[in-house]
């Protein structure tokens, strides 16, 4: 059972769990479930993406969300979704120590269609290779 509370933390079967501290991108792992939205817009950062971490999986979008928060996982990449799909995800993920946003770096919920989710200290490297000149088409 995966819970949190605002402020006091996310809990994988009662145990406080926490992101990784991965800090170098080539090192780390990405869960991803559903891309095709994201993909139409962001193929070529996500071929960077893809290319410059050291191992990638496929999960369902909750999966994902748990490898991060509790540090098997450094980077989530989800599909479109509504924000009922991801309000839960978004304190989850914070609770436990990460940033969750959208792909091009927006935090506020209302306007997330597609999420990523970082262990934070990855966060910007990810959005800014997602957002680069090369990287959107």
């Given at each position: 059972?995966?819970?949190?509370?605002?402020?006091?933390?996310?809990?994988?079967?009662?145990?406080?769990?926490?992101?990784?501290?991965?800090?170098?991108?080539?090192?780390?792992?990405?869960?991803?479930?559903?891309?095709?939205?994201?993909?139409?817009?962001?193929?070529?950062?996500?071929?960077?993406?893809?290319?410059?971490?050291?191992?990638?999986?496929?999960?369902?979008?909750?999966?994902?969300?748990?490898?991060?928060?509790?540090?098997?996982?450094?980077?989530?990449?989800?599909?479109?979704?509504?924000?009922?799909?991801?309000?839960?995800?978004?304190?989850?993920?914070?609770?436990?120590?990460?940033?969750?946003?959208?792909?091009s770096g927006n935090p506020k919920f209302s306007q997330i269609r597609a999420p990523v989710a970082t262990n934070g200290l990855l966060h910007n490297e990810v959005i800014e290779i997602l957002n680069t000149l090369e990287g959107k088409l």
């Open positions: 059972l995966l819970t949190a509370i605002q402020n006091k933390g996310t809990f994988l079967n009662g145990k406080r769990i926490r992101v990784s501290n991965q800090k170098k991108l080539e090192k780390s792992h990405l869960s991803y479930n559903g891309i095709n939205y994201p993909l139409q817009k962001y193929t070529r950062g996500l071929k960077r993406l893809f290319s410059a971490v050291e191992s990638r999986s496929s999960l369902s979008w909750i999966e994902t969300i748990v490898h991060v928060c509790n540090g098997t996982a450094d980077i989530s990449l989800g599909g479109k979704g509504g924000i009922w799909e991801f309000a839960a995800a978004k304190i989850i993920v914070e609770e436990a120590g990460g940033i969750f946003t959208d792909y």
